[in-house]
T-cell receptor
Framework: NAGVTQTPKFQVLKTGQSMTLQCAQD?????MSWYRQDPGMGLRLIHY???????DQGEVPNGYNVSRSTTEDFPLRLLSAAPSQTSVYFC?????????????FGQGTRLTVV | GIQVEQSPPDLILQEGANSTLRCNFS?????LQWFHQNPWGQLINLFY???GTKQNGRLSATTVATERYSLLYISSSQTTDSGVYFC???????????FGEGTQLTVNP
């Protein structure tokens, strides 16, 4: 049971480049989400999804796109990277409102935009 | 959305000391979790505790849902306990997990 898997673990981008951060979970969780963590701060929600085909914005969605075509995968796209997007990105999954709602997190992706 | 506040923001201990970290939240919840972020940046699930009390070795946690707070107790602290401790909560009627700003714990030998 792999849990939540994020790739890559590290990435350096040039300003203006695009990339996709991958997130996959094998727990059949309905809810998946992306957070960013900046130095000395807590985690802030970027986008989330309550099921395949359904996504919504969190606190800091600008500059990021998401889609949820399957239950297992929830990729995060940076269309035109900016230095302000230098951060550590975490993906999480859970059952939001039935049974055990515990959230599980991936190991994080450390992104630097130069 | 729900507000999550943690205290203290920073805590410095000598090895062997005990400590209590607090998390206040502003709404009824069906998820309250404590995490430890280690020096490598990984988020480690410590407790899933929307109500009641749990213990795991030297760590224990209590959530009093009716009074909207949770406490994390660390006993006989070790240097490996150092790092940031986060509390996160989700409203019963919502889907988002909201984090507090964390408590930075330093345990000195």
């Amino acid at each position: 049971n792999a849990g939540v898997t994020q790739t890559p673990k590290f990435q350096v981008l040039k300003t203006g480049q695009s990339m996709t951060l991958q997130c996959a979970q094998d727990m059949n969780h309905e809810y998946m989400s992306w957070y960013r963590q900046d130095p000395g701060m807590g985690l802030r929600l970027i986008h989330y999804s309550v099921g395949a085909g359904i996504t919504d914005q969190g606190e800091v969605p600008n500059g990021y796109n998401v889609s949820r075509s399957t239950t297992e995968d929830f990729p995060l796209r940076l269309l035109s990277a900016a230095p302000s997007q230098t951060s550590v990105y975490f993906c999480a999954s859970s059952y939001p409102n039935r049974g055990n709602t515990e959230a599980f997190f991936g190991q994080g992706t450390r992104l630097t935009v130069v | 959305g729900i507000q999550v506040e943690q205290s203290p923001p920073d805590l410095i201990l000598q090895e062997g000391a005990n400590s209590t970290l607090r998390c206040n939240f502003s709404d009824s919840v069906n998820n309250l979790q404590w995490f430890h972020q280690n020096p490598w940046g990984q988020l480690i699930n410590l407790f899933y505790i929307p109500s009641g009390t749990k213990q795991n070795g030297r760590l224990s946690a209590t959530t009093v849902a009716t009074e909207r707070y949770s406490l994390l107790y660390i006993s006989s602290s070790q240097t490996t306990d150092s790092g940031v401790y986060f509390c996160a909560a989700k409203k019963t009627s919502g889907s988002r997990l909201t984090f507090g700003e964390g408590t930075q714990l330093t345990v000195n030998p």
